[in-house]
């Protein structure tokens, strides 16, 4: 009886352990990791990891197996709707701080593409990126660009022709300046709504990042939920953003 008992419950683990890995197997997102500044002396403030973690953490994607992709890449195996390998991880980096240099040279070191959000009308400011340095980046590295708006707006709380302004205008003028095609924006904040959504399509745009909020959980191309990584995510905290399971087990936020 008891010899029975146990086969039943062992019957049921197995049962449901199979379950359990189906239902995390379908739910994998490919983590898109995001950064800000990249300074020591502000780690615990603007977001910011210090060049030695950011190395650090380099090294244990490296180790562990990951591949680094361009954002475009997997936009583009999203749009495919082709099997995702389980094995990616995307690298992004928001406001274009002059920092960044510092974290493109380990990406360098690495030969790992990243993606960095530009703020238009601050570049050239104290404390940002250049038209110098975003020159030099894009061409000896590869490290790509794309739109973070014009001036850092909360979408959501932007009127109808500044949204298209902020959302097309950031697209049109990185172009020029930089002539290549700019077809990802990320949103200040993580911030947008259906308008938004809408005019990010129109616009031309390929795909676009959120942070962690969306109107579900479901995997969304114009608004892709981000993990932001921070200066503790070493060891077992960066394999657990790492894995691709990381969204399922935390709540999106509001979208606004
Ligand atoms: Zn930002």
């Known amino acids: 009886m008891k010899k029975k008992r146990l086969l039943i419950s062992l019957v049921i683990l197995i049962i449901g352990g199979g379950f359990f890995w189906l239902w995390l197997y379908s739910n994998y997102s490919p983590p898109i990791f995001m950064y800000h500044a990249f300074d020591k002396e502000k780690v615990g403030t603007y977001a910011s990891v210090s060049p030695e973690t950011f190395s650090k953490q380099m090294a244990f994607i490296r180790k562990r197996g990951y591949k680094v992709i361009p954002l475009r890449e997997l936009c583009a195996l999203l749009k495919g709707k082709k099997e995702i390998p389980h094995n990616l991880v995307v690298i992004t980096a928001d406001d274009g701080y002059k920092d960044n240099l510092k974290a493109i040279e380990i990406l360098d070191e690495f030969g790992y593409p990243a993606i960095i959000f530009l703020v238009v009308n601050k ?134």
């Open 123 to 256: 570049i050239g400011e104290e404390d940002y990126l250049n038209r110098e340095d975003i020159r030099w980046f894009l061409e000896n590295t590869n490290v790509s660009i794309g739109s973070h708006t014009l001036n850092h707006a909360y979408l959501p709380e932007t009127d109808k022709q500044n949204l298209k302004t902020e959302i097309r205008n950031s697209k049109v003028d990185l172009e020029k300046m930089f002539s290549l095609s700019v077809d990802v924006i990320a949103y200040p904040v993580g911030g947008f709504d259906n308008r938004v959504l809408e005019e990010v399509e129109n616009a031309g745009y390929l795909c676009a990042c959120a942070t962690n909020r969306g109107f579900s959980s479901d995997l969304d191309i114009f608004a892709l939920r981000r993990i932001k990584i921070t200066e503790r995510d070493l060891g077992i905290r960066l394999w657990a953003k790492l894995s691709g399971f990381y969204n399922i087990f935390r709540k999106v936020k509001n979208p606004y």
